[in-house]
């Protein structure tokens, strides 16, 4: 079993602080979060550790699914640094975000905005492909801005185009998927965090109502080969989730 940590958990602090904590654990893997504070990110620095990584794509600020030609196409411009950085370290996995949506587009351009998605969820497929980068698309959590909640829809646009899904357990949670209904053939990839339902609030695993064992074991029984990434908020609940994985799993 692949497991790893997300940088989210310390991205108040330096790239390298992050990094020496996830490596100190005992963790093999390492995603980053390949924006601000560390949207420039020095090679020579992630070869000083004893890590393997993933890649979180820009999501502050990005927009994949913008109606405004200049916004959309600056943000596959950004997601496509990310998996040429992946390229270039030779990253597990990049994930990227689906899009977003607004009042304004939702009421009167769905099916534009729609439309604009899935054209650069093909694009960026092709891109990683191209590089021979993994690159998956995240569900998301039940907030009105986001799109592809739905996970079958995702998972049809994926199946459909020989892409790959990041399965996050917590946004599926948040979206009402129950633990045998948030598993596809198409997950390659996996962000575990806990919640109670009602928020994406990336508890610690254990901490929240998820039945996470039976989301590991399915995934387990389809022979997941890919990483468990930890996203958690803090270097606490790191070391809290990582102690569940290994009691557990």
């Known amino acids: 079993m692949k497991i790893g940590a997300s940088t989210l958990a310390g991205i108040e602090y330096s ?3 992050a990094l020496e904590f996830i490596e100190s654990m005992g963790l093999e893997y390492a ?41 959309r196409l600056n943000s596959i411009k950004q997601i496509k640094s990310s998996i040429d950085l992946a390229n270039e370290i030779d990253a597990e996995a ?6 977003v949506t607004s009042f304004l587009p939702n009421k009167f351009f769905k099916k534009e905005v729609t439309a604009f998605a899935e054209e650069s ?26 799109l592809y909640q739905d996970m079958n829809e995702l998972n049809e646009i994926l199946v459909d185009n020989e892409l790959y899904m990041t399965l996050d357990v917590g946004h599926a949670n948040h979206a ?10 198409c997950i390659k990839h996996v962000h575990i965090h806990d919640n109670f339902g009602d928020d ?38 790191i070391k809290k989730s990582y102690e569940y994985m290994k009691k557990n799993f």
Do not use: W
């Open 15 to 17: 790239l390298e602080n």
């Open 31 to 71: 995603e980053l979060v390949h924006q601000y504070p560390s949207e420039n990110i020095d090679c020579d620095v992630l070869e000083s550790y004893n890590l393997k990584y993933s890649i979180h794509a820009p999501f502050m600020d990005v927009n994949i699914a913008s109606l405004q030609d200049q916004s």
């Open 94 to 99: 990049v994930v990227v975000h689906p899009g």
């Open 121 to 146: 969820i093909i694009e960026l497929g092709a891109y990683g492909k191209d590089l021979g980068v993994l690159t998956t698309f995240e569900n998301m959590p039940a907030f009105p801005s986001m």
């Open 176 to 185: 009402g998927y129950s633990a045998d209904e948030m598993i596809f053939d």
């Open 200 to 237: 994406d609030a990336h508890l610690p695993l254990g901490e929240g109502c998820i039945d996470l064992k039976r989301v590991v074991n399915n995934l387990e029984s389809k022979n997941f080969d890919g990483i468990y990434i930890l996203e958690v908020n803090d270097y606490d609940s």
